[in-house]
């Protein structure tokens, strides 16, 4: 993995670059400040792109790509994406029912903030704020895509892509910068994993070994 990963600069290091941004501005700003930093601009056509771009990280697209995956009989690929959404998904809601952190409009309000940039036809949510669900999608998907399909001129555009949409949690008042920054590293991380598990220890051939042991136990034991 560590060697795919050197082929791979740009993506990783831009990773890189944007965990340590991230982490920069939360360190230096508290996280209502930093949120309307982020929302200084907004109008009526991103009020519209970032509608639709955020649904790409639901989780919608990634289950669409492992099904296809899987019936172009790519069991390798459809396996690492699978095991990237599936931990990166239960990670995330496992720390959402720990923290319970209140989300931008909730806390806008307790703090008697007032905000003029809250996205018509956008369902806000009060809880569960950290980490973002949609970030962690969104870069568990990019980070497999760059990383099984070896291909460098994919990088730039998979983290461009699923920066945007974790910035569009920002911008539809869903999430804070921390939520989103912890949602990219859970993605990243899992994705990594994922593919360590089905191209390094080549999950494939332990199941395999595990069936054929298992068959030949079968049949000593009726012996």
Not at 68 to 77: E, G, V
Not at 188 to 204: E, R, W
């Amino acid at each position: 993995m560590v060697k795919r990963i050197k082929r791979l600069p740009l993506y990783f290091i831009g990773i890189v670059g944007l965990l340590v941004t991230s982490f920069l501005v939360i360190c230096t700003f508290t996280k209502s400040a930093g949120f309307l930093l982020l929302n200084t601009y907004h109008s009526s056509f991103l009020d519209v792109f970032f509608k639709i771009l955020t649904n790409l990280g639901d989780g919608v697209l990634s289950i669409l790509l492992i099904i296809t995956l899987f019936i172009l009989k790519k069991r390798k690929k459809a396996s690492t994406l699978l095991i990237a959404y599936a931990s990166s998904g239960l990670l995330v809601q496992i720390m959402k029912r720990i923290f319970d952190l209140p989300r931008p409009r909730l806390t806008l309000e307790q703090l008697n903030m007032s905000y003029p940039y809250f996205v018509s036809g956008v369902a806000l949510h009060d809880h569960h704020s950290f980490p973002s669900g949609h970030t962690a999608s969104a870069f568990a998907l990019a980070t497999v895509l760059v990383l099984v399909f070896k291909k460098h001129k994919i990088s730039i555009p998979c983290i461009v892509i699923a920066s945007l949409i974790g910035y569009s949690r920002i911008y539809l008042a869903q999430h804070f910068l921390i939520d989103v920054l912890v949602g990219m590293f859970l993605g990243t991380i899992c994705a990594l994993l994922g593919y360590y598990q089905v191209y390094d220890l080549k999950l494939f051939r332990s199941l395999k070994a595990a069936r054929r042991l298992s068959r030949l136990g079968l049949r000593v034991g009726n012996d």
